[in-house]
């Protein structure tokens, strides 16, 4: 797969939110990708082009109609840049790599 060709303006500051973090801790990726569009005013098809997930596919992730797979989770927290310490709550290594 191609890396996607831009990661998403998420603020620093989202990723210690009470939402954010409930959502990380939950593994709860269809809320994580409502709120970071909710807080961040990103649409679906931002999301799609920083994750390299076509944009049908996230939005059957965000309404909970598919669950995305580890390695997908990990497009996703490459796409949003996702900090370390997120990325721990959300369950994956620290250091971020590049979608396969």
């Not at 409930?22 to 269809?30: G, K, W």
């Amino acid at each position: 797969m191609d890396r996607p060709s831009w990661v998403l303006n998420v603020p620093d500051d989202l990723w210690g939110r009470a939402s954010v973090v409930l959502a990380l801790d939950n593994r709860d990726v269809a809320a994580l990708l409502v709120l970071i569009r909710q807080y961040t005013g990103h649409s679906q098809n931002d999301l799609a082009c920083a994750t390299g997930i076509a944009q049908g596919r996230i939005s059957e992730y965000m309404r909970g109609l598919r669950h995305p797979t580890l390695d997908t989770i990990e497009r996703i927290a490459y796409g949003l840049g996702m900090p370390a310490e997120a990325r721990g709550r959300l369950g994956l290594a620290a250091a971020s790599r590049p979608p396969r």
